[in-house]
């Protein structure tokens, strides 16, 4: 997939401080003991010393000695040295600052530079030659890099061959949670079962609030009471995974339809996959997701008999309308081809190779194209939903992968609670976990590539660009959405490592009678959850997932000294928040803002319903009033899908390029400003609620909590912005390795003065 470029020996990063003289640096290797930080379960399988870490391309002077560990969770860098030009590091606590893990590995390269030989290793090859360099490509963009000048030959061949070999493991239960779970259980101090470590949870750091795991009824029927769901039930009839192994064993159906109906109507579906509600409209239209009917003979009949159920589920007794999602988005196929074309350009291409037609690539990729079209699409089922008030059934031929992200950004863009950060966290649990996406297969843990898809990716990068257009609707933060994909990457929690719920239950019960752990009445063996963040990060920095630009449902006030909480009107709004075009011409369904000719949208395979209620613009007319109005933060929200307003995410696909970083520049530094002013605000808040409610001297505990990451250091905080502040941040691209640098590209000298803009072998001519 990737193709291995050597360097240039001419690159010069501007980004690298002046040369160290002779004396200042120090090419010995260092001979000290240095032991790795392992997790319970985790051993070390092969290690290999005098390795050096690459920080730059062209140069060794700022590159790290230390050892290289292979164990069964990551690789792992230790070193003594440093890290040089980093001036700031999020750190991971179950990993180390140079630490990958296993399921993070997308291709290992090793090269003998006195051969001229190169090869990708897989899982149980041999390698007939002694590697000098190794270089790993990573699923997250990260490209890191090995020198084994100094160390055995021999050595450094076996720990190659043994990422290889870990990195692809061939059976689910290698995978190192098991391992993790197993170790954990045994140890009678911090049992898993019982108690589990991660049951869920908030963010932390002021949010308190647990995330249902909706895998028991009562999390169901809570869901249904809290949209007021009437005419909706909570059935049990899969209750040990007897009707289908890839539903969760509670699901919500029509009270109309019994459960001996369901149990006849099962074998009819696509891996059995019957009705699936998802959600409800306060006006009574629901969501519901379905897998196609393979029994030819009983498709109408059963069809008929699902949608009546629904309709009788609707106060009015609406409609049904049926979305086809094979026939109107792109397949999972072609997302995947999308993506790998998008890590070609952003990671592997250089930059004076592309950057004249950067643009140009970049939309040939259709990435943005196919976000557009999920954005559209869901957008669409919304008019149905809230204007038409009609339920509305997606139809796959599976039911799990495509529906599972327009029944996510239709829910993400009608109901405010998703978009908060619990209710994020429960909308990802309930229509992706539970409801059976491939995680195993999707996210390639297991190295089978003709199933990979980055179908989650796209609803975080979707769900970023309603983030970016809206920024005070969100609760949570890019930064939050970035660790969330990268999370999907560590094989520890299980909330990302199964295919379905049943997967879980019955690998973990064979896992446990072979270890023999005694389970219970347990059904499988408790996992960690991603939703316990403290697993992973800090109480300080878990504070940046938070939005300091959100504005909460009812936010305390001071009117005469006296708190209140603001309930906002219309009139409290301003359109500058919703970034409103001044016309409708940029809104969702103008025909002239669609993709060009060959874009994917006016192929093929053009969604109809625009067409269908074309006759009175019904559609238009909505989305043109909705776009004409300020926007309700706390109610319906509608993107943009013109060219200009869906964007590349920068902090995901480019963080780890140190020629697209911007010192002291980027987002980050608007997010800082705001976060200190968000600060000072909550500071004066509280201040004078305690001044309110008795001395000051008895509270300034609560003076020291604070949801911001950046805080105030007094009132009128005008402190300027933190050198180690980057467009990056809080990531850091030091030490993964540098593409060869934008100096002396066609723009570079023609904003240096160029009289006329040349092509790149030009310009590469001139003195």
């Given at each position: 997939m990737?193709?291995?470029?050597?360097?240039?020996?001419?690159?010069?990063?501007?980004?690298?401080?002046?040369?160290?003289?002779?004396?200042?640096?120090?090419?010995?290797?260092?001979?000290?003991?240095?032991?790795?930080?392992?997790l319970p379960g985790e051993i070390v399988v092969n290690e290999v010393s005098f390795v050096r870490k690459c920080i730059a391309t062209d140069t060794s002077q700022y590159d790290l000695w230390g050892k290289l560990i292979c164990s069964n969770f990551k690789i792992s860098f230790i070193t003594d040295d440093p890290m040089p030009l980093?001036?700031?590091?999020?750190r991971n606590l179950l990993l180390g600052e140079h630490d990958v893990p296993l399921t993070c590995i997308e291709q290992i390269v090793t090269v003998n530079d006195h051969k001229r030989k190169q090869k990708v290793l897989g899982p149980n090859q041999k390698l007939k030659f002694n590697p000098t360099e190794l270089i790993i490509y990573c699923k997250d963009f990260r490209i890191v890099r090995f020198r084994f000048d100094e160390s055995g030959p021999e050595s450094a061949k076996k720990v190659c061959l043994a990422i290889a070999h870990y990195s692809q493991p061939t059976d689910l239960q290698l995978l190192f949670a098991f391992e993790y779970v197993g170790k954990k259980y045994h140890n009678s101090a911090n049992k898993i079962n019982g108690t589990p470590t991660g049951a869920g949870g908030g963010a932390g750091g002021g949010?308190?609030?647990?995330?249902?795991l909706f895998e028991t009824y009562s999390d169901w029927d809570r869901e249904i009471k809290r949209t007021g769901a009437s005419g909706w039930r909570v059935c049990s009839i899969n209750e040990g995974y007897m009707i289908s192994t890839c539903l969760p064993e509670y699901f919500v159906v029509p009270s109309s339809l019994a459960d001996q109906d369901l149990k006849i109507f099962s074998h009819s579906f696509v891996g059995r996959r019957m009705p699936l509600w998802s959600w409800s409209h306060w006006n009574g239209s629901a969501l519901v997701r379905m897998a196609l009917i393979r029994d030819v003979l009983q498709q109408r009949k059963i069809d008929q008999r699902i949608c009546n159920a629904i309709t009788k589920s609707h106060p009015q007794r609406s409609d049904v309308y049926k979305s086809d999602l094979d026939k109107t988005l792109p397949n999972i196929?072609?997302?995947?081809?999308?993506?790998?074309?998008?890590?070609?350009?952003?990671?592997?291409?250089?930059?004076?190779?592309?950057?004249?037609?950067?643009?140009?690539?970049?939309?040939?990729?259709?990435?943005?194209?196919?976000?557009?079209?999920?954005?559209?699409?869901?957008?669409?089922?919304?008019?149905?939903?809230?204007?038409?008030?009609?339920s509305v059934v997606l139809q796959e031929e599976e039911g799990r992968d495509l529906s599972c992200v327009v029944a996510s950004l239709v829910q993400v863009m009608l109901d405010p609670y998703f978009r908060t950060i619990p209710g994020f966290q429960s909308l990802i649990q309930k229509e992706w976990v539970m409801a059976g996406y491939q995680f195993l297969d999707r996210c390639n843990h297991l190295k089978r590539s003709e199933k990979e898809s980055p179908l989650f990716l796209l609803f975080l990068d979707a769900t970023w660009q309603l983030l970016e257009q809206y920024p005070a609707a969100f609760e949570f933060s890019e930064t939050y959405l970035a660790v969330l994909g990268d999370s999907t990457h560590i094989s520890l929690f299980g909330t990302f490592l199964f295919n379905s719920p049943h997967q879980r239950v019955k690998q973990?019960?064979?896992?446990?009678?072979?270890?023999?752990?005694?389970?219970?009445?347990?059904?499988?063996?408790?996992?960690?959850?991603v939703w316990d963040w403290s697993l992973q990060f800090t109480a300080k920095d878990r504070t940046l997932f938070f939005n300091p630009l959100y504005i909460g449902k009812s936010t305390p006030c001071v009117q005469n000294g006296a708190v209140k909480s603001f309930r906002r009107t219309k009139k409290n709004y301003s359109s500058t928040l919703r970034r409103m075009p001044a016309a409708f011409k940029n809104g969702v369904i103008d025909r002239e803002f669609l993709p060009r000719r060959n874009s994917f949208t006016s192929q093929a395979k053009p969604d109809p319903l625009p067409q269908a209620d074309s006759q009175d613009g019904g559609m238009e007319r909505f989305f043109r009033e909705w776009f004409s109005r300020p926007a309700d933060l706390h109610g319906l929200l509608l993107p943009h899908v013109s060219g200009t307003h869906i964007k590349l995410w920068k902090l995901c696909y480019f963080r780890w390029v140190p020629e697209a970083q911007i010192s002291r520049g980027g987002p980050i530094t608007a997010f800082h400003k705001l976060s200190l002013l968000?600060?000072?605000?909550?500071?004066?808040?509280?201040?004078?609620?305690?001044?309110?409610?008795?001395?000051?001297?008895?509270?300034?505990?609560?003076?020291?909590r604070s949801r911001m990451y950046f805080r105030a250091s007094g009132p009128h905080d005008a402190s300027g912005t933190p050198d180690y502040l980057s467009s990056s941040f809080p990531f850091s691209p030091v030490g993964n390795l540098c593409r060869r640098s934008i100096s002396g590209t066609p723009l570079s000298k023609f904003l240096s003065g160029a009289r006329i803009w040349l092509s790149t072998e030009t310009l590469a001519n001139e003195d």
């Open positions: 990737f193709s291995f470029k050597p360097p240039r020996p001419t690159f010069r990063s501007y980004l690298l401080p002046p040369p160290q003289t002779d004396e200042q640096t120090n090419s010995e290797p260092k001979i000290k003991k240095l032991e790795p930080v392992l980093q001036k700031f590091h999020y949010s308190s609030q647990k995330t249902p196929q072609e997302i995947q081809v999308a993506f790998v074309k998008l890590k070609q350009l952003c990671v592997n291409e250089p930059f004076e190779e592309t950057e004249e037609k950067w643009l140009s690539s970049l939309e040939s990729t259709r990435w943005l194209e196919y976000v557009r079209a999920f954005l559209r699409h869901s957008a669409e089922l919304v008019f149905m939903l809230e204007s038409k008030r009609v973990s019960t064979e896992f446990a009678i072979s270890r023999n752990i005694q389970l219970g009445d347990e059904k499988g063996l408790k996992f960690p959850s968000a600060d000072e605000v909550d500071v004066l808040s509280r201040t004078l609620r305690q001044h309110q409610a008795g001395p000051l001297e008895a509270c300034y505990a609560e003076l020291d």
